[in-house]
């Protein structure tokens, strides 16, 4: 069986060397298809068309993969399953710190808000089917939903060596298009603030760091304002 990847991306000029270098190694790998078509929901879709495997990979084109990555979820694609992710460890200290606190309390993946699509398999029949809008942020949630409705089991896997190099985010636009696009029910939004509130002064104590809480809270506060601006927009 071969696999091809997609990697969609803003500027192939920054692409990561050191994520080619580990797909390049690994087995099963069919065409490497990088794709700088926008935005990001459509580039996932024309990398769909673009690519001949029954199974296609997606990844981010800011993550480092172990080098037995394919060879380890390519099993775990069994009838029914339309999509297969991992969690990935965050580069940003701040991030990962939050996430480890997290995990001690509810392991990351079984978190249903997080399908971890930076690096995925996926029926590549049942992607070029999506339409999602035309949109950067709250894209992944919007596909892990369309597997779902489509009779398919989206399934996330603990770590097993996949790195997010975390490319930085606008907050503020992140919360005005979960917003728009329903991307959390309301139980889901009132949980990720008040989980983020108790634990963040957790998370600082993980790195004793000041700027872990100051970070933190000031990409919550900008979510929270996006969140707003879009009920009222």
Known sequence: MKVDVIIPTRNREALNKELLTSLKNQKYLGEIIVIDTKPLSYARIEGGKRAVTEIVAMVDDDMFLPLN???????KMQDGVGAVSTVALQENKSVMAYDKVVNMIKPLHTIDTSPHINNILIRRNLLVKHKPPPIFFGEDILLKKFVQDSGYIWKTFPFIGAIHLNTSKNHVILGIEYNKRHCYSMFQIVRRFVARFVLIPYAAMVNTSLETM????TINIEFLAGWIKGMIS
Request: proline residues 9%.
């Open 69 to 75: 990555w394919i060879s380890q979820l390519i099993p």
């Open 214 to 217: 100051v970070y933190l809270n």
